[in-house]
């Protein structure tokens, strides 16, 4: 073959979670139990030597293996066939000469040709019907990473090692991975799995980077190094483009950039709609260096200030000090403007290793956010201390997340004014009369909304969540993906229950989560009566701009014909019509795609 | 040469029986393979073996080519008929 590019390109088709077009270099990266895996790829004349490094690591293996069963007291002696088994399969030709092939033929590097070949285990074990033999897998697991441990002779090549920046490609994406991750060096993420709300597509937002998810096999289909452009906007993925794809999607991405920045001018003045209803458009974030970017996209305050990632990044618990100087920074910066911090919210897919959270089957549905606050105060009690003691510096605003019931919210507030108390027997300033709001975002919490409402200063929606309850769909599990419907009838009607009984009680109402950045959703929201929205800070202006051409009366009057509609379908349909006639330059730039 | 085995302890052959089976096979220059249905593995993988899986009650076929094989079938034999040396 004369021109072998052109005949390597090949396109995917994914679920795009944050939107940009990159053109870039993958880097393949995998996390095991005990380490990140990295693939490379090796040189003809190191294979040899690479072969060696991993027969050496099956050999030590041997060895500790053969020592712990020396050791085995006679009690117990009985049971060393199962060492005898694990020996056995560090020689089976499945494991061992099958990654040395993958090491030959594929020239990469041994961890990854292990990971491969567990890979190929892992579905021949996954076919058998017997439940006992199947399990069998785990013992496999447990021996491929003592061989991956031993492996460590070479140290592998660590992100922070590149000089260039890379599209990491990856099977899934969880916290702690990313923040191992040199961030500065990652232009993109593209991953097997995933959905619209998964980490990978919060965190690529939070850093303004491309991401698409749920692309199934594109770590198969992918080479450490391979050329690939990333469209987050469309879901596309080209690999191995050729000359005229690159010179296509160059000269897309400069008319994205070109309409971005000519909206972004007008981002700093307030969204208001054309009949003069002023909307609070306020931004999320994650990371304390995002807060500059929030204020030059000319968010009204910050609604969301999500609190994981500090508890993630640290070797073992964040210090209450440490957790006071960002809250306090932060507070600092965006004053007088609002600051909503939200209480811890790890659990489901956001795991902490520190925290010795047991492996669940249901992390979604588990010990997590305020139920974990609550059976943990302590760890509570230092994030409550942090909090209130920033809000002396600023404007802040106190949230709890994933409340169920009045219960959870009696409790909380029962241990915030033990908090209180305690400061204030230390004469320590804090704002005494912060507000405090919950999310919704459990589908019982919209049921007793009413309720709920008299006993909390606001209510801030959680979309994310909330669909991913109410329709009963893992917003990590690709195969569903499809159901994650905003538009559900059963999404919009719980919505409006909410921001009604808001609105009886007096209280403030807001809405966070993916439905407030889509530019489909706006005009929905504003129908139902949602006068402030918290998104993704990189959104802002085109949604101020879609407010700026909308009008209140007319998106109420929309809303009744939406309420008369049946089927999720049957919404996006009418409201895609809506905003092609009431905007029509979305459509030309692509933002109202499928 | 070829002969079929019956399985017939309470477990069927899980780890600790494809252990004895693979300790076996290793003691043998001959090559062992196992047959179930259409499918057969080498003798001396434990994993292929586990992968066969095989319940109580299921016949499978042994397959021994080279060196003392017919020594090498009796002892496969006894150990399947003494049921990999467990009680049940």
């Given at each position: 073959m004369t021109d072998k590019n052109f005949s390597d390109q090949k396109v995917l088709r994914g679920i795009p979670v944050s939107p940009g077009i990159i053109i870039g270099k993958a880097r393949l990266v995998d996390r095991s139990r005990v380490k990140i895996l990295y693939q490379y790829l090796i040189s003809d004349d190191q294979l040899s030597q690479e072969v060696e490094r991993f027969k050496h690591a099956i050999k030590t293996t041997e060895e500790q293996l053969a020592t712990l069963k020396n050791r085995m007291p006679d009690k117990i002696n009985k049971h060393s066939f199962i060492i005898d088994s694990c020996l056995m399969m560090l020689k089976d030709s499945m494991l061992n000469d099958s990654t040395i092939k993958k090491i030959l033929n594929e020239k990469i590097n041994a961890e990854w040709a292990l990971k491969k070949s567990l890979d190929e285990i892992r579905e021949v074990f996954s076919q058998i019907d017997d439940e006992y033999i199947s399990n069998r897998i785990n013992d496999v697991e447990n021996v491929i990473e003592k061989?991956?441990?031993?492996?460590?002779?070479?140290?592998?090549?660590?992100?922070?090692?590149?000089?260039?920046?890379?599209?990491?490609?990856?099977?899934?994406?969880?916290?702690?991975?990313?923040?191992?991750?040199?961030?500065?060096?990652?232009?993109?993420?593209?991953?097997?799995?995933?959905?619209?709300?998964?980490?990978?597509?919060?965190?690529?937002?939070?850093?303004?980077?491309?991401?698409v998810v749920g692309l199934q096999s594109v770590t198969d289909l992918v080479k450490d190094g391979d050329l690939l452009i990333v469209d987050g906007k469309t879901g596309r993925i080209i690999i191995n483009p050729d000359d005229s794809a690159i010179i296509d999607y160059q000269e897309r991405h400069l008319q994205r950039e070109k309409y971005r920045s000519s909206i972004a001018r007008k981002s700093h003045l307030p969204a208001t709609t054309l009949d003069g209803h002023r909307i609070a458009i306020k931004a999320n974030m994650e990371f304390v260096e995002e807060v500059t970017a929030v204020k030059n996209h000319g968010a009204d305050g910050i609604g969301l200030f999500r609190t994981e990632f500090l508890y993630l990044r640290s070797k073992g618990l964040p210090s209450e000090e440490e957790l006071y100087q960002d809250y306090r920074e932060v507070a600092e910066f965006i004053s007088p403007l609002e600051l909503t911090i939200r209480t811890l919210d790890l659990g489901g897919d956001k795991f902490a290793?520190?925290?010795?959270?047991?492996?669940?089957?249901?992390?979604?549905?588990?010990?997590?956010?305020?139920?974990?606050?609550?059976?943990?105060?302590?760890?509570?009690?230092?994030?409550?201390?942090?909090?209130?003691?920033?809000?002396?510096?600023?404007?802040?605003?106190?949230?709890?997340?994933?409340?169920?019931?009045?219960?959870?919210?009696?409790?909380?507030?029962?241990?915030?004014?033990?908090?209180?108390?305690e400061l204030d027997s230390k004469n320590t300033n804090y704002d005494q009369n912060i507000k405090t709001g919950i999310m919704i975002e459990v589908p019982s919490a919209v049921t007793m909304a009413e309720v709920l409402a008299r006993h909390v200063d606001f209510f801030s929606i959680g979309t994310n969540d909330l669909i991913q309850y109410a329709l009963a769909i893992d917003r990590i599990n690709e195969q569903v993906a499809y159901m994650y419907q905003p538009f559900h009838p059963a999404i919009l009607r719980m919505i409006k229950h909410v921001v009604d009984s808001a609105k009886e009680a007096g209280i403030g109402v807001s809405l966070c989560g993916e439905m407030a950045g889509d530019p489909l959703c706006v005009s929905i929201l504003l129908?139902?009566?949602?006068?402030?929205?918290?998104?993704?800070?990189?959104?802002?202006?085109?949604?101020?701009?879609?407010?700026?051409?909308?009008?209140?009366?007319e998106a109420r009057m929309d809303f009744r014909n939406i309420n008369r509609l049946n089927t999720a379908n049957e919404v996006r349909a009418y409201i895609q019509d809506r905003m092609k006639a009431l905007v029509p330059e979305l459509q030309e730039k692509g933002y109202l795609d499928i | 040469?070829?002969?079929?085995?019956?399985?017939?302890?309470?477990?069927?052959?899980?780890?600790?029986?494809?252990?004895?089976?693979?300790?076996?096979?290793?003691?043998?220059?001959?090559?062992?393979?196992l047959k179930k249905d259409d499918k057969e593995v080498d003798g001396s993988n434990i994993l292929s073996i586990l992968t066969l899986?095989?319940?109580?009650?299921?016949?499978?076929?042994?397959?021994?080519?080279?060196?003392?094989?017919?020594?090498?079938?009796k002892e496969l034999s006894e150990l399947f008929e003494k049921k990999f040396g467990e009680t049940r």
């Amino acid at each position: 073959m004369t021109d072998k590019n052109f005949s390597d390109q090949k396109v995917l088709r994914g679920i795009p979670v944050s939107p940009g077009i990159i053109i870039g270099k993958a880097r393949l990266v995998d996390r095991s139990r005990v380490k990140i895996l990295y693939q490379y790829l090796i040189s003809d004349d190191q294979l040899s030597q690479e072969v060696e490094r991993f027969k050496h690591a099956i050999k030590t293996t041997e060895e500790q293996l053969a020592t712990l069963k020396n050791r085995m007291p006679d009690k117990i002696n009985k049971h060393s066939f199962i060492i005898d088994s694990c020996l056995m399969m560090l020689k089976d030709s499945m494991l061992n000469d099958s990654t040395i092939k993958k090491i030959l033929n594929e020239k990469i590097n041994a961890e990854w040709a292990l990971k491969k070949s567990l890979d190929e285990i892992r579905e021949v074990f996954s076919q058998i019907d017997d439940e006992y033999i199947s399990n069998r897998i785990n013992d496999v697991e447990n021996v491929i990473e003592k061989v991956l441990r031993n492996l460590s002779g070479k140290e592998q090549e660590s992100l922070a090692e590149i000089n260039q920046r890379v599209i990491i490609v990856a099977h899934d994406l969880s916290p702690a991975d990313t923040t191992e991750l040199n961030i500065n060096m990652v232009m993109g993420f593209i991953t097997n799995v995933g959905g619209q709300t998964s980490h990978t597509a919060i965190m690529a937002q939070a850093l303004e980077i491309p991401a698409v998810v749920g692309l199934q096999s594109v770590t198969d289909l992918v080479k450490d190094g391979d050329l690939l452009i990333v469209d987050g906007k469309t879901g596309r993925i080209i690999i191995n483009p050729d000359d005229s794809a690159i010179i296509d999607y160059q000269e897309r991405h400069l008319q994205r950039e070109k309409y971005r920045s000519s909206i972004a001018r007008k981002s700093h003045l307030p969204a208001t709609t054309l009949d003069g209803h002023r909307i609070a458009i306020k931004a999320n974030m994650e990371f304390v260096e995002e807060v500059t970017a929030v204020k030059n996209h000319g968010a009204d305050g910050i609604g969301l200030f999500r609190t994981e990632f500090l508890y993630l990044r640290s070797k073992g618990l964040p210090s209450e000090e440490e957790l006071y100087q960002d809250y306090r920074e932060v507070a600092e910066f965006i004053s007088p403007l609002e600051l909503t911090i939200r209480t811890l919210d790890l659990g489901g897919d956001k795991f902490a290793s520190e925290l010795e959270i047991s492996k669940e089957m249901n992390p979604a549905l588990g010990l997590r956010a305020i139920r974990f606050c609550l059976k943990e105060p302590e760890i509570f009690k230092s994030q409550l201390r942090a909090i209130l003691r920033a809000s002396a510096h600023g404007n802040v605003q106190l949230m709890f997340p994933m409340i169920s019931g009045l219960q959870e919210i009696l409790d909380a507030k029962e241990i915030l004014s033990q908090v209180k108390d305690e400061l204030d027997s230390k004469n320590t300033n804090y704002d005494q009369n912060i507000k405090t709001g919950i999310m919704i975002e459990v589908p019982s919490a919209v049921t007793m909304a009413e309720v709920l409402a008299r006993h909390v200063d606001f209510f801030s929606i959680g979309t994310n969540d909330l669909i991913q309850y109410a329709l009963a769909i893992d917003r990590i599990n690709e195969q569903v993906a499809y159901m994650y419907q905003p538009f559900h009838p059963a999404i919009l009607r719980m919505i409006k229950h909410v921001v009604d009984s808001a609105k009886e009680a007096g209280i403030g109402v807001s809405l966070c989560g993916e439905m407030a950045g889509d530019p489909l959703c706006v005009s929905i929201l504003l129908g139902l009566g949602i006068e402030e929205l918290s998104l993704n800070s990189r959104a802002i202006p085109l949604i101020k701009k879609i407010i700026r051409s909308i009008s209140i009366e007319e998106a109420r009057m929309d809303f009744r014909n939406i309420n008369r509609l049946n089927t999720a379908n049957e919404v996006r349909a009418y409201i895609q019509d809506r905003m092609k006639a009431l905007v029509p330059e979305l459509q030309e730039k692509g933002y109202l795609d499928i | 040469m070829i002969k079929k085995l019956m399985i017939n302890n309470n477990l069927g052959i899980h780890a600790r029986a494809a252990a004895k089976i693979v300790e076996l096979a290793n003691r043998y220059k001959a090559h062992l393979y196992l047959k179930k249905d259409d499918k057969e593995v080498d003798g001396s993988n434990i994993l292929s073996i586990l992968t066969l899986s095989c319940p109580k009650g299921t016949e499978i076929q042994a397959r021994i080519v080279g060196e003392n094989s017919e020594r090498f079938m009796k002892e496969l034999s006894e150990l399947f008929e003494k049921k990999f040396g467990e009680t049940r």
